[in-house]
């Protein structure tokens, strides 16, 4: 502390270019400044300043000191700022958006809404690539690498798209063994809202990715009708695993062409990079890392429909 006091000295002594002036602001004496400068001078082994006795000017070597103290003591102002963040409550509004599966998150986010009820959610719940920082939004949980390097990210976990049916449907049908024989199925696809591109099934051989031209039997710009739709043994849908983790331990719900699926997905949280946070946003990155985590596991278990259903 009695070098960052020194520090402080040095540098009010160069905006003020007067030791006298210095002093007067830090309430202390022209003597005293000119000593702690003195043994400032002492310890690094160089001068930091040319004396006249009208006035003073940095050194080449003081000016360039004086751009890191600058630098090392506006931290230090921000660390004192952001522990006196810590200890106001979190309150205020706090915007936020999700992506389609977001729905998935809701009990967390009500979960956050009950332990700080004096933070308001505005919860923004699409697949369209947002703007986090020209939107004005505080935080966002999205897919992908993020992009921009003005935002900070934590990671939250993964999951996969599976290819799903019902085990009625492929005992009608017969299970699909290779990607090709998705031209004898019913589809059940989806249309991403935001753009209307109907979604590519995650499938390759190889290592190389198939485009498979799927025949779909309905088409769908929500996740619901989808999984309905596979559950009542009327097609094939291509779904997040963490949409239908229930059904697929249920056994409602099993997975085809896992051989030819290699789909991992990551989700992060990001938010606008700041000195430090503000007590409604720490609070709600740490307890979505916390309690989103464990739902997002870095791999999922898959059920293979082989084991459930005879082949074709």
Known sequence: MESLGSLDVFVRSCDCRSFTAAGQQLGISASAVSKAIARLEERLGVRLFHRSTRTISPTPEGALFLERCRRILSEVESAEAELLQTQRAPQGRLRISVPSVGALFMPTLADFQRRYPDVALDIDCSDRLVDVIEEGFDAVIRTGEPGDSRLMARVLGAYRRVIVGAPDYFQ????????????????????????????????????????????????????????????????????????????LDEGQLITVLDDYNQDHTTFRILWPSSRYLSPKLRVFVDFVVEHLSPLLPSSATSRRATTVVGDR
């Not at 299970?175 to 199925?185: G, I, K, M, Y």
């Open 172 to 247: 009608r049908t017969g299970v699909p063994q290779r990607p090709e024989d998705l031209a004898d199925h019913a589809c059940l696809l989806y249309r991403y809202p935001s753009t209307g591109k109907t979604d590519v099934w995650p499938l390759s051989r190889d290592g190389r990715p198939l485009a498979m031209d799927l025949s779909g039997s309905m088409v769908t710009n929500s996740l619901d009708p989808q999984i309905c739709f596979a559950e009542q043994g009327l097609g094939i849908a291509c779904i997040p695993d963490i949409a239908v983790r229930r059904q």
